[in-house]
């Protein structure tokens, strides 16, 4: 275990709290040739899953569906620490971050993608928390739901 993951290990109410609040995550995958793929993708913490969305079709779909396994990272950034002296070699970081890894599925139930999908709504514009969304527009948006395998998280300040 690296040696921050012992001194710097982050609470699972910790984690949980950086993924509600970050706006963006990166999520890992396999091409289907078996190389590696990173999209930045919006995101949801919800009932102990993750939730992400886009359009039915594309990379990430088939990936996904050839390979269900997953890693996500979500990372916030605070802020340089300075080394005193001056040394730029000594400068270090004061950050957050989570990695999970998961299993990746296509939600197919209507209710359970509204739900995401208004979950969404409410952490990227709240003041549009309240509106009914389509049916089409749920229906003809693709929900990814991660399971997580494991999660860790560290800190630094």
Not at 56 to 75: E, L, M, Q, R, W
Request: proline content about 4%; glycine content about 6%.
């Amino acid at each position: 275990m690296q040696h921050r993951m012992k001194t710097h290990m982050m609470t699972k109410d910790k984690m949980e709290d950086l993924l509600n609040r970050t706006a963006t995550c990166s999520l890992a995958m396999l091409n289907e040739e078996g190389t590696p793929y990173v999209i930045p993708m919006h995101h949801v913490y919800h009932n102990g899953f993750v939730y992400m969305h886009g359009l039915p079709k594309g990379k990430k779909i088939n990936n996904i569906k050839a390979d269900p396994h997953v890693s996500i990272t979500a990372y916030e950034m605070q802020d340089l620490l300075l080394d005193p002296d001056g040394k730029a070699c000594d400068t270090n970081t004061k950050y957050e971050s989570v990695i999970l890894s998961g299993m990746a599925t296509l939600v197919d139930d209507i209710d359970l993608k509204r739900e995401a999908l208004m979950e969404v709504v409410k952490k990227y514009t709240p003041h549009l928390s309240g509106t009914t969304l389509p049916e089409n527009m749920v229906r003809g948006t693709a929900v990814i739901q991660v399971e997580i395998l494991e999660m860790t998280g560290k800190y630094y300040d």
